[in-house]
């Protein structure tokens, strides 16, 4: 009889257990990495920070100043990346998902990205020697990750997964690459090691990646796109996202606020036919 009993609050605790963890198919998470502007670099405008209800961020590094604590969701309003960073594809990305999909949808993003960073970084078996040898003025962006950025996207990949789906990959990355004939591999690999990490199937988990600052907007590494739009051919889920029209800072390496959102909004478009698509073709 005490046996019976046990047994049964085991089944009891068992079931509380998964039910606090359960995973609702209607919360659709999205990875986000890369370097500055993907980081954001653009300061945020009023416009860009009434928060819509069905729109999340997983919070990748302590805030106090945000008043936002690690491994933690909230509102999605800038800045998505972290405490001090500005706004990113990522902010229009999700409003444009959410404006999209049904009213039963949540989206959520985390977004993991260092300024400056070459796609090395992110390469989980030799970043360490990349960090070994960042410059000084990088460090401050890498230690809120433990100096381990693709770990930190990993490790708040699977808290994310306890409470939703992971639906797509977006990177915004290349600058520091540029001329790289061999980053379209280089990406391959941290794809494929972020879907074997996470459990993941390619063709239900695309990655969408982002041409820099065009030709026409004088973009100083805009030779880079041609390289960028070769990705799908060595990653057939991946899609390329234009950035011609989207406006950039005198630099000539970022966006403007309105940049930000104009390739933000492609992205989600993208994504947005993707899901038709996979939710066609399951039918």
């Known amino acids: 009889m005490r046996?019976?009993?046990?047994?049964?609050?085991?089944?009891?605790?068992?079931?509380?257990?998964?039910?606090?963890?359960?995973?609702?198919?209607?919360?659709?998470?999205?990875l986000c990495f890369g370097q500055s502007n993907m980081e954001g670099h653009a300061k945020f405008e009023p416009q860009d920070t009434t928060a819509v209800s069905r729109f999340k961020v997983l919070e990748a590094v302590d805030c106090p100043n945000l008043g936002r604590k690690k491994s933690e969701w909230y509102p999605a309003v800038p800045p998505l990346a972290r405490c001090n960073t500005g706004l990113t594809p990522a902010d229009y990305f999700g409003r444009t998902l959410v404006a999209g999909l049904p009213e039963n949808i949540t989206v959520g993003v985390i977004n993991v990205?260092?300024?400056?960073?070459?796609?090395?970084?992110?390469?989980?078996?030799?970043?360490?020697?990349?960090?070994?040898?960042?410059?000084?003025?990088?460090?401050?962006?890498?230690?809120?990750?433990?100096?381990?950025?693709?770990?930190?996207?990993?490790?708040?990949?699977?808290?994310?997964?306890?409470?939703?789906?992971?639906?797509?990959?977006?990177?915004?990355?290349?600058?520091?690459?540029?001329?790289?004939?061999q980053w379209p591999l280089k990406v391959k690999g941290v794809y494929d090691n972020l879907l074997?990490?996470?459990?993941?199937?390619?063709?239900?988990?695309?990655?969408?990646?982002?041409?820099?600052?065009?030709?026409?907007?004088?973009?100083?590494?805009?030779?880079?796109?041609?390289?960028?739009?070769?990705?799908?051919?060595?990653?057939?889920?991946?899609?390329?996202?234009?950035s011609e029209g989207c406006t950039a800072v005198p630099d000539h390496l970022h966006f403007t606020a309105e940049g930000y959102r104009k390739l933000g909004k492609r992205y989600g478009e993208k994504m947005l036919a993707l899901l038709k698509n996979q939710k066609a073709s399951s039918k």
């Open 3 to 30: 046996c019976k009993k046990i047994f049964g609050l085991l089944v009891v605790l068992l079931t509380l257990q998964s039910t606090a963890f359960a995973q609702n198919p209607n919360f659709y998470i999205f």
């Open 113 to 181: 990205a260092v300024g400056g960073c070459k796609i090395e970084l992110f390469d989980k078996n030799n970043y360490q020697s990349y960090v070994s040898t960042a410059p000084n003025w990088m460090m401050g962006a890498l230690e809120p990750y433990d100096k381990n950025p693709y770990g930190r996207l990993v490790e708040m990949a699977k808290l994310a997964q306890k409470d939703g789906v992971i639906k797509g990959i977006l990177l915004h990355q290349g600058e520091s690459n540029t001329g790289d004939a």
């Open 196 to 242: 074997q990490d996470l459990g993941l199937n390619a063709k239900s988990v695309p990655l969408l990646a982002g041409e820099l600052v065009s030709k026409e907007e004088g973009g100083a590494c805009a030779s880079m796109n041609a390289i960028i739009a070769k990705l799908p051919e060595t990653i057939p889920t991946a899609h390329v996202i234009s």
